[in-house]
């Protein structure tokens, strides 16, 4: 049975920074993609960005871009996401997913997901 497990959510003051992790098992993802989506109350799921199988390259949306870094270690099965110059709309439920068969920026393109960890921005 394939489970994708985040952890390090919490809270996390405006411009501050936070890391998420995210474990893989039942199987290995060494060769598959492995990503982030996030939803806030009330709004769509949101691509949140990818990592290719080798590391290489990471694909972030417009609103991550030059704030989130991805990596990967798939010795360990596992992705981390380095939130940094966190904002008020970087808030909600962040999920992990992994194997796509799509495009990496639509939510059902992913086959694995987990049960997401939450972030909260507040001072």
């Known amino acids: 049975q394939v489970r994708l497990v985040e952890s390090g959510g919490g809270l996390v003051q405006p411009g501050g920074s936070l890391h998420l992790s995210c474990a893989a098992s039942g199987r290995a993802f060494s060769d598959s993609a492995m990503g982030w989506f996030r939803q806030a109350p009330e709004k769509e799921r949101e691509f949140v960005g990818a990592?290719?199988?080798?590391?290489?390259?990471?694909v972030y949306s417009d609103s991550t871009k030059g704030r989130f870094t991805f990596s990967r270690d798939n010795g360990r099965n596992v992705i981390h996401l380095y939130l940094n110059s966190v904002r008020p709309d970087d808030a909600g439920v962040y999920y992990c997913?992994?194997?796509?068969?799509?495009?990496?920026?639509?939510?059902?393109?992913?086959?694995?997901w987990g049960q997401g960890t939450q972030v909260t921005v507040s001072s």
């Open positions: 997913v992994a194997q796509a068969i799509g495009s990496y920026n639509v939510a059902g393109s992913w086959r694995h």
């Open positions: 990592i290719d199988w080798t590391g290489s390259p990471t």
